[in-house]
């Protein structure tokens, strides 16, 4: 069975300019997380998925921050415009019914520059 | 201050030693405990999963709740320098009639050196 699959892996881009992170979940997962790790710490939660909503995005910076999971399947996490402080890596999770163990991804690590 | 707290090394062992790692924690409603493995440039890795108070073992590895003292530890036993990574503590509230019963809170992590 697939893990969780993210991309991509790394990324590289300009302060002021857009970016976007795909995350698909293992099948059958119907709670989706998109975390957040900064170097040295562990991952802070930025938005919660239950099949399609959005059910805990109190972390997520919404002025530049967007999310989505349309069908309830994979996700796309996007920032515009990127600034430097963004620079981290983005851990995508999924997990089962009753929210179980949750199941990380490899993060897309972003670097603004 | 935090609701986990973890100390974030480095700890370094000799290979073979039992690696004992904790956690404390605040939130009384935390009642789901997990520790994971993450290796570098690598997402975490769930190693070991608890409900509630109690022991469990799987393997080298033995992950022990505390729910009275807030306290949760992983001992790794007879370590192999392949044990070296950083391992993370999470939790979370059990309830489901509260808005953060599946939200994971993290420590920081511990970063583990296993010498051969």
């Known amino acids: 069975e697939a893990g969780v699959v993210q991309s991509p892996r790394y990324k590289i881009i300009e302060k002021k300019q857009p970016v976007a992170f795909w995350c698909n979940p293992i099948?059958?997962?119907?709670?989706l997380y998109w975390y957040l790790q900064n170097l040295g710490q562990g991952p802070e939660l930025l938005i919660r998925y239950e099949n399609e909503e959005a059910v805990d995005d109190s972390q997520l910076p919404k002025d530049r921050f967007s999310a989505e999971r349309l069908k309830g399947v994979d996700s796309t996490l996007k920032i515009q415009p990127a600034e430097l402080g963004d620079s981290a890596v983005y851990l995508c999770?999924?997990?089962?019914?009753?929210?179980?163990?949750?199941?990380f991804g490899q993060g897309t690590r972003l670097t603004v520059v | 201050q935090k609701e986990v707290e973890q100390d974030p090394g480095p700890l370094s062992v000799p290979e073979g030693a039992i690696v004992s790692l904790n956690c404390t924690y605040s939130?009384?409603?935390?009642?789901?405990f997990m520790w994971y493995r993450q290796y570098s440039r690598k997402g975490p890795e769930l190693l070991m999963y608890t409900y509630s108070s109690g022991n469990k073992e799987d393997g080298r590895f033995t992950a022990q709740v505390d729910k009275s003292s807030k306290y949760i530890s992983l001992f790794i036993r007879d370590s192999q320098p392949s044990d070296s990574a950083t391992y993370l503590c999470?939790?979370?509230?059990?309830?489901?009639?509260?808005?953060?019963?599946?939200?994971?809170?993290f420590g920081a992590g511990t970063q583990v050196v296993v010498t051969p």
């Open positions: 999770a999924s997990s089962g019914e009753q929210n179980t163990e949750a199941f």
């Open positions: 939130n009384s409603a935390f009642q789901y």
């Open positions: 099948s059958g997962h119907n709670t």
């Open positions: 999470a939790m979370r509230p059990g309830a489901m009639t509260t808005d953060s019963w599946g939200k994971l809170q």
